[in-house]
C-alpha cells in the first residue's frame, strides 16, 4: 500500500479522520482507525476466514501499513469483545511495530491472554482491563463503556468523547430482553449520551435484513430444556466455543436432567477451562466426562459439545459426519444440534456436512428447523431503536456486507437523517469528520488487506497468491541444468519436472520436446556470446519459449521455473 498523497494530508484542527480498515463491505477483520491531530486509537483488530483457503489462505487481516507510519502516534488498542473477528490480527498488528495499550473487558482480556501467549506476545504487551460503565483516557479521546448483549459475554459498546464531540461504537450488539448472563444492555447510558449530543453513531449492520425483533437466548434454553428430557440418544451440541454462555446453558441444564457432558474440539477445552475461571460456568466438575468414556454411561445421559459448526475440514463434527472420528460414531436415535448460524459463504460445507451426519443415522437439527440458535445481532427494528436513542448527527453504518450498510443507511433515512449525515464507506475510505461536515476524502489505491497462510501463520503477499493461483490452475515446469559459465556448456541436465499438468502416459511428449527446446535455447546463447553479442537472459527465454511450447500442444500456459546452476 503506497499512499503518498496520503501521507501529505495533514489533520485540520477541529476535525478528526476516521479511516475503516476492515468490516465495511464484509463481516468479519472489522478494525476502525480514528485519528486526531496527535492521537490515534484503534477499535477492534479482527480476521476475516477466508474463502481461498485451496491457496492455503486461511484468513485475511487487514494491512497495517497506515498504522505503522505512524506508530508513535496510535494510543491505544481498544477490544469491544472476544470474537476472533475483532481480536484475531492483534498478535499481527503487535508483529507490526505497533505497541499501544490493549484495553479489553474482563473476559476479551482472557481471551487475548490466551492468544497472545499463542504468539509468544503476552510478557511484551499490555492489557488493561476494563469494567464495564468505566472510563479510560488518552490526551484526546476519553473512553466510556457500557455492557451490551452479544453472542459472547462481555462485550462492549463504547462511547468516546473527543475534542469535536461524541462519538459512539456500538460494537456487535442486539438488544436480549432475557440473556442468560447479565442485565439486558442498558439504554439510559445511550438516551443519556443522545441528550448531550453524539456527533457520530458508528453501529453493527450484520442483520439489519432482518425485520422482527431478534430472540432470546431464553428462547434456546426453553428448546434445549426439551430436547434434552426427550433424547433417546446422544446428544451432541455443536457452536462456536467463545459462546460461553451458550455452554454454561448448556451445564445448567445437563445438572436439572443429570447429564454427563463431554467437550470435543481444543477450542472447546480452552473456552470452558476460560469461562469456568471467569466463573461464567459453576459446579461442572461432577458433570464432565471423558469423550473416550461415553460408552461407560447410557447414551441418552450424555451430550457432546463440539466445535466445528461451519462444516471446516479437519474439524471435529466433520470427521463425525465422515465417520472418521475415532471416539464418536453415530447411531439411530442420536441427535446432533447445530446451535449456531451458518456464516454466509460455508454454506455448502455445511449442508454437506449435514447430509454426511443423517446418512450415519443421527437426526440433526438446525436454525432453519428448530429454535437452537438465536443471533448476537440486532434486527432493524433495535437498530432504529439505537438511532432514536443517540440521535446522531452523522452515521456510518458498519460492521457489514456493502449491502447491509446500504439497507443501515436507509434506517437512518426513515428516523428523518438527511443523505449529507450518512455516508455509506469501504474499507480504505478516508474519511473527515468536523462539527459540521463529514465527508469522503480520500480513498486508498489499494483495499488494504493482508494474506495469511494457516499453516506458516504468516503474511502472503499478492504476487504469492498470484502464483498459487496460477500453478493451482495450470501446474508448473521446473527446468534444471548445470553450466559451465566460461564455455556456456551444459555439464549436467537439462532435467524437466511436471508437477499438476498431465498423466505421467502423456508426460513423455512434453518432457522431450521441453528438453530439445532447452539445449536448442543454450546453444544459440552460447553461439550469441561466442560472437560477442549481449548476454541473452537464458532464463527468462526458457521460461517464455517452453510456456509457447506447452500451449501450442495443450493449450495451456504452465508456470514455467528454470533453475541455472553456474559452476
Ligand atoms: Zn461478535
Not at 496527535?38 to 494491512?63: A, M, N, Q, R, T
Not at 453501529?203 to 431464553?218: F, I, M, P, Y
Not at 511450447?549 to 528454470?562: D, E, N, T
Request: glycine letters at 8%.
Amino acid at each position: 500500500m503506497t499512499d503518498l498523497f496520503l501521507d501529505s494530508l495533514s489533520i485540520e484542527s477541529g476535525t478528526l479522520r476516521i479511516i475503516p480498515l476492515g468490516g465495511l463491505g464484509e463481516i468479519g477483520m472489522n478494525c476502525l482507525i480514528i485519528e486526531s491531530p496527535d492521537e490515534i486509537i484503534v477499535i477492534d483488530c479482527g480476521v476475516l476466514f477466508s474463502d481461498l483457503d485451496h491457496f492455503g489462505i486461511e484468513f485475511v487481516i487487514p494491512d497495517f501499513t497506515y498504522l505503522k507510519n505512524r506508530a508513535d502516534k496510535v494510543k491505544a488498542i481498544i477490544l469491544t469483545h472476544g470474537h476472533e473477528d475483532h481480536i484475531g490480527a492483534v498478535p499481527y498488528l503487535l508483529k507490526n511495530g505497533i505497541r499501544a495499550p490493549l484495553y479489553a473487558s474482563p473476559f476479551t482480556s482472557l481471551m487475548l491472554r490466551e492468544k497472545l501467549t499463542e504468539f509468544g506476545l503476552l510478557q511484551s504487551t499490555e492489557i488493561r482491563t476494563f469494567k464495564m460503565g468505566g472510563t479510560f483516557s488518552t490526551k484526546d479521546f476519553k473512553v466510556t463503556t457500557t455492557s451490551v448483549n452479544h453472542s459472547i459475554v462481555d462485550a462492549a459498546a463504547l462511547i468516546i468523547d473527543t475534542p469535536i464531540g461524541k462519538i459512539i461504537h456500538t460494537g456487535d450488539f442486539k438488544m436480549d430482553p432475557s440473556p442468560f448472563f447479565g442485565q439486558r444492555m442498558d439504554e439510559s447510558v445511550f438516551k443519556k449520551a443522545g441528550e448531550e449530543g453524539v456527533l457520530l453513531l458508528l453501529s453493527d449492520s450484520t442483520n439489519v435484513e432482518r425485520h422482527s425483533h431478534s430472540q432470546s437466548e431464553a428462547d434456546v434454553y426453553g428448546s434445549f430444556d426439551k430436547l434434552f428430557a426427550a433424547a433417546e440418544g446422544l446428544t451432541m451440541v455443536a457452536m462456536f466455543s467463545s459462546n460461553v454462555a451458550r455452554m454454561a446453558q448448556v451445564f445448567d441444564l445437563a445438572k436439572k436432567t443429570n447429564k454427563k457432558i463431554a467437550l470435543c474440539g481444543r477450542s472447546m477445552e480452552k473456552n470452558f477451562s476460560l469461562g469456568v475461571e471467569a466463573g461464567f460456568i459453576k459446579h461442572s466438575a461432577d458433570q464432565l466426562i471423558r469423550l473416550d468414556d461415553i460408552d461407560s454411561y447410557n447414551r441418552e445421559d450424555v451430550i457432546v459439545l463440539t466445535t466445528g459448526t461451519q462444516g471446516e475440514y479437519r474439524s471435529a463434527l466433520f470427521r463425525v459426519a465422515q465417520g472418521e472420528h475415532s471416539l464418536i460414531d453415530l447411531r439411530e436415535g442420536d441427535r446432533v444440534l447445530m446451535s449456531s448460524r451458518f456464516i454466509p459463504g460455508n454454506e455448502k460445507e455445511v449442508g454437506r456436512m449435514i447430509n454426511n451426519l443423517f446418512k450415519q443415522g443421527a437426526d440433526v437439527l438446525y436454525e432453519a428447523t428448530h429454535l437452537i440458535h438465536v443471533s448476537g445481532h440486532a434486527t432493524r427494528p433495535e437498530l432504529k431503536m439505537m438511532m432514536e436513542w443517540t440521535k446522531p448527527k452523522f452515521f456510518l453504518p458498519i460492521h457489514g456486507e456493502y449491502r447491509m450498510l446500504v439497507h443501515h443507511a436507509r434506517v437512518a433515512t426513515e428516523v428523518g437523517m438527511k443523505d449529507e449525515q450518512i455516508l455509506v464507506a469501504s474499507n480504505g475510505d478516508v474519511l473527515s469528520i468536523g462539527k459540521e461536515h463529514f465527508q469522503i476524502t480520500y480513498q486508498m489505491e489499494e483495499e488494504p488487506r493482508t494474506f495469511i497462510d494457516g499453516r506458516m501463520m504468516n503474511e502472503v503477499t499478492k504476487d504469492i497468491l498470484r502464483d498459487r493461483r496460477k500453478l493451482g490452475e495450470t501446474g508448473g515446469i521446473f527446468v534444471l541444468f548445470t553450466r559451465e559459465p566460461d564455455t556456456g556448456n551444459i555439464v549436467a541436465g537439462p532435467e524437466v519436472i511436471l508437477r499438476g499438468i498431465v498423466t505421467p502416459e502423456h508426460e513423455e511428449l512434453i518432457l522431450s520436446k521441453t528438453r530439445e527446446l532447452v539445449l536448442r535455447l543454450v546453444r544459440e546463447a552460447k553461439r550469441a556470446k561466442d560472437a560477442g553479442k549481449m548476454d541473452t537472459d537464458l532464463a527468462e527465454s526458457i521460461r517464455v519459449e517452453v510456456r509457447r511450447l506447452v500451449y501450442s500442444i495443450l493449450g495451456k500456459k504452465p508456470v514455467v521455473i528454470p533453475f541455472i546452476l553456474d559452476l
